[in-house]
């Protein structure tokens, strides 16, 4: 199925705005006080379900989120293929591979059609990309090329969080004009369409993380732990709030 006018012209948005660069410092630095605990979690989770398909083909949709989620842990791909509209983006992985464990084979290409046999890839993976993209269509052609057992983890913002609205309106330049973080109905067509575990990070610790930075805190600071396991304590308690976090890792199965 080919892609329709709007959709082409939107990856081709994508495209130039990654290949120019992102200034995204600032927004960095405000949100950098929040993440010291919320980073660690992050990559526990990650670590976790990818060592489960070690020795398969790994797909990520992106370029660069391979070196920290899989170079340095315990995940061992038998093969790992990365892709990007961007050659600029793409040309950071290049880079990081030279140095790396890890030898991904990189390819230009659109994460909305994927030029890649059904059932080729026992993970598919990537860091804030589905929100740049044609979410229920790169979601579809994801879930064409796994195997079945195959899963797929992407990390996403969410545009339900109100501190993350206000920051991200507070930072227009940090990121492209089409970018949409996730809503309901982007969690709602991931439930319909993978068997689903998704986590959720971050809520009540943004906005005490941000102030702590204001006044000078480390992040990784008593205050900013306190939050981090209300968060976690929270999320216990009760599930159906997640959506109002600032982040979600999308884990999903697919089943036949």
């Not at 990856?11 to 006080?33: C, F, M, P, S």
């Not at 996730?182 to 991931?190: A, G, M, N, P, R």
Request: hydrophobic share 40%; charged share 25%; aromatic share 8%.
């Amino acid at each position: 199925m080919n892609l329709e006018s709007g959709a082409i012209e939107r990856a081709e948005r994508e495209k130039i705005a990654h290949d120019q660069g992102l200034q995204r410092d600032t927004y960095n630095k405000v949100l950098r006080n929040a993440a010291g605990f919320y980073t660690d979690k992050r990559l526990e989770i990650i670590h976790d379900e990818l060592k489960g398909k070690n020795g398969g083909d790994f797909l990520e949709l992106g370029s660069s989120s391979w070196a920290q989620w899989i170079d340095k842990s315990e995940v061992a791909p038998g093969s790992l293929t990365c892709i990007n509209i961007s050659q600029r983006e793409l040309d950071k992985g290049i880079k990081a591979a030279k140095t790396s464990r890890i030898a991904p084979k990189f390819m230009l290409m659109d994460a909305n059609q994927l030029d890649f046999p059904d059932n080729s890839f026992d993970a598919v993976f990537g860091g804030g990309i589905l929100h740049h993209i044609e979410f229920e269509r790169a979601l579809s052609e994801v879930r064409r090329v796994l195997k079945p057992g195959g899963i797929m983890l992407f990390e996403e913002p969410l545009n339900i969080n109100l501190v993350g609205k206000i920051v991200r309106s507070l930072t227009p330049r940090a990121r492209t004009d089409d970018e949409r973080p996730l809503t309901h109905s982007e969690l709602d067509f991931c439930a319909k369409n993978f068997q689903m575990r998704s986590r959720y990070l971050q809520f009540l610790s943004v906005p005490v993380g941000v102030a702590t930075g204001l006044v000078g805190m480390k992040p990784r600071n008593p205050v900013n732990r306190l939050f981090y396991h209300l968060d976690e304590g929270l999320l216990k308690l009760a599930p159906f709030i997640g959506p109002q976090y600032r982040h979600v890792i999308l884990i999903g199965e697919k089943t036949p």
